[in-house]
DNA sequence: CCGGGGAATT
DNA sequence: AATTCCC
């Protein structure tokens, strides 16, 4: 990954003064920039954190009744995840609700859909990490990777170690020998999976080793919240353990498909194939990536993961169609056999418009003006007729809408007016929404023929390709494929938010014609640049569309977008009917709990009598504060004489001058700070580095760069500004 | 392989 | 804007 990097910026790391570069030349990931000679930190260590069956976990403390009863979560007709009591009785995870409903009939299933309470503790969990070490990357809602490389060389001055904690791969009784980073580290694991559990009541597994990739890989070796480290002389070992390509995180369906056609399968196959040749098929960067990864060497950085880049919401609902579609399935079904033949077609893609979010909607948004949404699904459904036009039928599966390019955000948890006003001044918001949409995915099963009628259109307006969904819960043996397709998701997306790069492209399209006939106010009768929509600017107040107009706004990168999109049928021009437009359900987190709003999902079944059931049937002996961790206002189990002092250090309170990115903020007193409790420390210290960097763009177009040698995506990240967690925070 | 997310690359 | 990867 680095190795790409390093080729397309190298201009730019050179000449910016770095002095401490952080890629390392591994030994034997040599590659083509020869001119790797760093002193670097030698041996990383690395840790993976990964949360027992998250979700389940999350049910189970604001529940506790749940503990001990097996316990599924539910999203759609699968079983996402379940706790050990269920997995005892042969539930796994991604079955179906029927399988395990068979399997353990007591099964007590939560619907697991609405991610709000998870997203929360995942962030919980990274925060809280990440006030003990800065570097701290995310991977999904229950994985952590934390790199504590510093922490333990600030360790090895101090103390001598001479055992791990928790297990050893391979290895039984082993002393920490000549591996005491590791056996540091394998104490820093133990001791952030401590405070997890004191501070949030979760518990996980870990791994330890000197790279994600082998901290990933080892983490899982004993299962439920257990430790394990892995030694450099056992790389070989694990790497070959591992069933096939696919299992090497990094490898994809895709990339496993295109290795399995050089004929390479196993994790030796590609150790074994000459590189040359995996160049031809995956070009420099890739091939050599990939080969890395196959020996067990991964050099790519710990990034902090930071504020979310984007924040999303979705519901899904059956399909929406009417009874014009009954000619289309005809074409359908045609269209269907033709191109099981043809190669992949194999998913539907996505399509989306955007614009800019104009500037007083967006102060309306900050300002929690009540009527932004109206503002809003205004721009959104002329957006969404940029993509569906005309007035054919259209078929939708999903809708979404997005922000993008975020505003930058005060933090939250320290309110001290400096503070605040440093990250509130500087950028002004540059919004922009995004409206995607679905269509039902093209060809289904075998085909269910339906009778149609001829209804004329024009040819290349009809939308082919969804065989209508025949496939009754009747002809469902075994509730499994068939079910799957005919109940063929389809989704809503509802909101969601993303701070992107600065410089994002505006689809808007000039739309032709439409001048003085438009009837827009004074202004209007400029010309507008060819990426503002003349009917969004119409709707500006008129000193904002000056503002726009004036040769001090510059056309060039727009401002912030607006857009619409959504999955179609692979190929497919994408048509829409009159005005109808579909209703989704309401999200499920807008109903009553327990309500059988999906219930329809699940066919030959009215509802799901095990969602009434446990909700209704267990014992509520769980209070409202049961829902907070048990250690919200204590602190960490105090043996963090050791931690606090490092986070003392690291946040200048020590006498080092520290690294420009784990500072205080410059107008905090370092001495005030050190005098603050430890616990304190640590959350400031998470607060400030959770400030999200200004933007990702390369450092070329970054003026003034702090010569702090990190990696350049870390670096940038690691910056300030625009703290997106108050969005999961409650109240 | 299909849930409700995410991020990075092209 | 779409694809690929991750959980």
């Not at 259209?394 to 809708?399: P, V």
């Not at 430890?678 to 580095?689: C, G, H, K, S, Y």
């Amino acid at each position: 990954m680095e190795n790409s990097d390093d080729n397309s910026d190298e201009e730019n790391e050179w000449t910016t003064g770095f002095t401490d570069v952080t890629l390392e030349s591994h030994p034997a990931a040599v590659h083509g920039t020869g001119s790797n000679r760093q002193p670097t930190p030698t041996h990383r260590v690395i840790l993976h954190l990964d949360l027992d069956c998250f979700y389940a976990q999350v049910e189970m403390i604001r529940n506790p009744a749940l503990r001990s009863v097996p316990l599924g979560i539910q999203q759609k007709y699968m079983i996402v995840t379940c706790n050990y009591v269920a997995r005892e009785q042969g539930v796994t995870k991604l079955m179906s609700v029927v399988e395990a409903q068979q399997r353990c009939p007591q099964l007590v299933l939560l619907r697991g859909e609405d991610l709000t309470q998870y997203r929360d503790m995942s962030y919980r969990v990274t925060e809280l990490l990440t006030s003990y070490c800065p570097l701290v990357e995310r991977l999904g809602f229950d994985e952590n990777y934390v790199d504590v490389t510093e922490m333990v060389e600030r360790r090895l001055t101090q103390t001598n170690c001479f055992s791990f904690q928790g297990h050893v791969y391979n290895r039984s009784g082993t002393n920490a020998g000549d591996h005491q980073r590791l056996a540091l580290g394998s104490h820093i694991a133990a001791e952030l999976r401590a405070a997890m559990d004191s501070t949030l009541g979760l518990t996980g597994c870990a791994g330890v080793a000197t790279s994600k990739l082998l901290a990933k890989l080892v983490s899982g070796t004993f299962k439920p919240n257990q430790q394990t480290t892995l030694l450099p002389e056992d790389v070989d070992d694990i790497m070959g353990q591992l069933g096939g390509l696919r299992r090497v995180p990094g490898v994809g369906h895709q990339t496993s498909k295109r290795l399995q056609a050089l004929g390479l399968v196993s994790v030796q196959d590609l150790q074994l194939f000459p590189l040359a040749d995996l160049v031809k098929e995956f070009g420099a960067p890739t091939a050599q990536r990939l080969k890395n990864l196959s020996l067990g060497i991964d050099t790519s950085p710990v990034t902090p993961t930071g504020a979310p880049q984007s924040l999303s919401d979705e519901d899904s609902f059956k399909k929406i169609s009417t009874a014009k579609e009954v000619l289309e399935k005809t074409q359908d079904l045609l269209n269907s056999l033709v191109e099981r033949y043809s190669a992949d077609n194999k998913w539907f893609s996505r399509e989306s418009r955007q614009c800019p979010v104009p500037h007083h909607i967006g102060q309306k948004i900050i300002s929690g003006s009540s009527d932004a949404p109206a503002h809003l699904v205004t721009i959104a459904m002329k957006l969404f007729h940029k993509m569906v036009e005309g007035s054919t039928a259209f078929h939708l599966t999903l809708l979404n809408v997005c922000f993008t390019n975020l505003p930058p955000r005060v933090p939250t948890a320290t309110g001290k007016g400096a503070i605040t006003s440093f990250f509130t001044h500087g950028t002004s918001p540059r919004n922009s929404l995004i409206m995607s949409q679905t269509q039902e995915q093209p060809s289904g099963g075998p085909g269910h023929v339906c009778g149609s009628e001829d209804v004329e259109r024009s040819a290349q307006s009809v939308m082919t390709q969804h065989h209508f969904l025949m496939t009754t819960p009747a002809e469902s043996t075994s509730g499994s494929e068939t079910d799957q397709h005919a109940l063929a998701a389809t989704k809503s997306v509802v909101s969601s938010v993303t701070r992107g790069r600065q410089g994002v492209t505006c689809s808007t399209q000039a739309q032709a014609e439409h001048d003085s006939t438009s009837g827009g106010g004074p202004l209007f009768d400029f010309r507008l640049p060819p990426n503002v929509d003349p009917e969004v600017f119409r709707e500006l107040p008129e000193d904002i569309q000056r503002e726009l107009l004036s040769p001090a706004f510059p056309r060039a990168p727009p401002a912030s977008c607006v857009s619409v999109s959504g999955d179609v049928p692979a190929r497919r021009p994408l048509c829409f009917g009159s005005d109808e437009y579909p209703a989704p359900h309401p999200p499920a987190s807008q109903l009553p709990s327990g309500s059988p709003s999906d219930s329809h999902q699940l066919p030959g079944r009215g509802d799901s009598p095990a969602d009434v059931r446990s909700c209704d049937t267990l014992p509520l002996t769980v209070s409202d504060d049961g829902q907070l961790p048990p250690g919200t206002a204590g602190l960490a189990p105090e043996k963090n004489g050791a931690v606090a002092a490092d986070a003392r250090r690291a946040a200048g309170g020590g006498r080092q001058a520290p690294s420009s990115g784990h500072g205080v903020p410059g107008d905090v007193d370092p001495t005030v700070f050190s005098e603050l409790p430890p616990d304190v420390q640590r959350e400031l210290m998470a607060a400030w580095r959770q400030q999200k960097p200004v933007s990702k763009v390369p450092s070329s177009v970054k003026p003034e760069r702090k010569p702090f040698g990190k990696d350049k995506k870390a670096a940038a990240k690691g910056g300030q500004q625009n703290n997106l967690y108050k969005y999961f925070k409650p109240g």
